[in-house]
């Protein structure tokens, strides 16, 4: 592996200011989503790992809490690991639009609020990215791009962006303030962001942060019809696609991976990675590991390279195989997702 001691070799990309490892860290796991989470100590030593590889994204929420019950977890061990190292790290975290909280304190005041305490746990006085982690239709999103425009002219953060929208709302934003990234859900098994969400990203230079790009390990080929979900801050018990008969129906496309894999002398996970990074310019994964071998791992595609003719061979056939079952969840087929849900191609 190309492991770095504070040079960085992992190579870069922009979301419009910022300068970013070409893959991030999604942070996730260690309070949230795929089962027990490790110890706090086992997170931090993670995270600097990944930050001596070259790692300088990270990717946060204050909603990332066990069962997503109280609020800040994941914040707080983030804070802890690169307190040292702030400035030479990206931070992204994502705030939460609830209607009551803002008809009774005001839009402004409820963003900079939630921003501060994110602030604070983070140990830092500026978030560089800043997210908003669900549309909430009660609230335009014109007038949350104008608030966020206010908390950069501030400096309380560097740039912003949404979560899991759609091109409308991307456009409504955008000609408010200039966004900096949408984090949609986006992986070898979930390509609706294809159609017209990566295309506008490309054409009005915002990233495309895709999230969960491994799809939730599946294309890592380690997830099985017999690996349990039934922890009860598992999200994959949600997700059709990871149903059993799903599992073993969507077995060709894993084959195709390995195949790829083997040839590249890369692992699963990382010929996903390295495909998207592959494809579009203006993408830049952030995939989640509780595991420190894992998350190296996972960092290291970006040294794998796929020339033209092997990406084309690739996407090709990526192309041509059907994908069983929608890789959404119940969030996301409801409320104000409902739109997402009609989007799918799969
Ligand atoms: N904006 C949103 O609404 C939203 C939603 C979900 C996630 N996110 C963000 O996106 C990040 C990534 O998404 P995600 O964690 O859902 O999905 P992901 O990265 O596609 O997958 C995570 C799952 O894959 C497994 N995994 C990861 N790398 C692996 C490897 N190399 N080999 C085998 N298994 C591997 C992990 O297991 P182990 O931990 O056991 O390795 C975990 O169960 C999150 O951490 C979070 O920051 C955002």
Known sequence: M???????????????????????????????????????????????KAYDYGCTFYDTAEAYSPN?????????????????????????????????????HGLDSVITSHLKASLERLQTDYADLYYLHRLNTDIPIEDVAGAMGRLISKGLIREWGMSQVAVETI????????????????????????????????????????????????????????????????????????????????????????????????????????????????????PGSKNQERILENLGASAVELNDAEFSSLDGALNAIPVHGFRGHDEILGGAMKDWGKRRKF
Request: glycine share 8%; hydrophobic share 40%; with cysteine.
């Open 68 to 104: 997503l019950a109280g609020i800040g977890h994941n914040e707080l061990i983030l804070g802890k690991a690169l307190k040292d190292v702030r400035e030479h790290v990206v931070l992204a975290t994502k705030i939460t639009l609830k209607t009551d909280e803002v008809a009774a």
């Open 171 to 286: 456009a409504k934003a955008q000609a408010v303030t200039p966004v900096g990234a949408i984090q949609n859900i986006y992986s070898m098994v979930e390509r609706s962001c294809e159609e017209d969400v990566i295309p506008y990203c490309l054409d009005n230079g915002i990233s495309l942060v895709p999230f969960s790009p491994i799809a939730s390990g599946f294309l890592s080929g380690k997830v099985t019809a017999d690996t349990d979900f039934s922890h009860a801050d598992d999200v994959r018990k949600f997700v059709p696609q990871l149903s059993s008969e799903n599992i073993r129906a969507n077995q060709p496309l894993l084959d195709l991976i390995a195949k790829f894999a083997s040839e590249k002398q890369a692992t699963m996970a990382q010929m996903s990675l390295a495909w998207m990074l592959r494809k579009y310019p203006n993408v830049i994964p952030i």
């Open 2 to 48: 190309n492991q770095r001691n504070g040079a960085g070799i992992m190579k870069k990309r922009s979301i419009r200011s910022l300068s970013v490892s070409e893959i991030g860290m999604g942070c996730m796991g260690f309070s949230h989503g795929y089962g027990e989470i490790p110890s706090e100590a086992y997170s931090i030593e993670a995270i600097r």
